[in-house]
């Protein structure tokens, strides 16, 4: 399973990457403005300052909502860096652009999933990831981890190579969930990941080792 970072905030992304366990960054236009990250350059800029931090793929969103804008402002991202993966949202000329990218060789994220017909559409439109939130349908009392389930079915059941990207993630539970199901990709919270190391066990066990360390070396 692979493990990306949800967050355009770049000391969250280099704690991931040197934990050693980062495969990529999803941003959206939300989280580039909590951040402060503004006007069109700096936008641009913070996208390859953060292809700088990391090894793996680096979705970008577009912001324009026709076809003609979206392949424009696709290539100008995909231009950046090599890591780019041009995120698209799931509306009519959003599959369209979809299809242009793949067809063209561009990486692509198609965002804002919330159905199984929709993530289907993506496959057949080629995406290279297809991001369906996990957390946002939980917040409508609607179970986000049977749609990443459904997902997983009818990729399997056509052997689609679009990768399930569960999005949305907030919590540690999301994570452990989406890798019983077979999500291929998580992106979630620097705390999501860091959450996964702790166990009461495990600091109390190491206390004892390191206590009975001390009577033998001391
Ligand atoms: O990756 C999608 C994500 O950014 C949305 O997360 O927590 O705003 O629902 P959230």
Do not use: W
Request: with cysteine; net charge negative; glycine share 8%.
């Amino acid at each position: 399973m692979k493990f990306f970072i949800d967050t355009a905030n770049l000391d969250q992304i280099k704690e991931a990457q040197e934990l050693g366990v980062l495969d990529g960054v999803t941003t959206n236009p939300s989280l580039m403005a909590k951040e402060g990250i503004t006007g069109r350059d700096n936008i641009l800029k913070h996208y390859v300052d953060i292809c700088n931090i990391v090894d793996g793929d680096v979705s970008a969103e577009v912001i324009a909502t026709d076809f003609e804008g979206m392949i424009k402002e696709g290539q100008e991202l995909a231009d950046l860096h090599e890591q780019i993966v041009v995120k698209l949202p799931m509306i009519k000329d959003g599959v369209k652009a979809c299809k242009y990218f793949s067809d063209n060789g561009v990486k692509t994220n198609v965002t804002l999933v919330f159905s199984p017909g929709q993530a289907l559409l993506a496959a057949k439109a080629g995406a290279t990831y297809v991001s369906p939130f996990l957390g946002r349908l939980d917040d409508i009392s609607t179970d986000g981890l049977n749609l990443i389930e459904e997902i997983r079915m009818i990729y399997d059941n056509y052997g689609y190579e679009t990768e399930i990207l569960a999005a949305s993630i907030r919590h540690t539970m999301h994570v452990i969930n989406c890798a019983k199901i077979g999500a291929d990709v998580m992106t979630g919270p620097l705390s999501s990941i860091t959450g996964l190391l702790s166990h009461p066990l495990t600091d109390i066990g190491l206390e004892k080792f390191l206590a009975d360390y001390k009577k033998g070396n001391s």
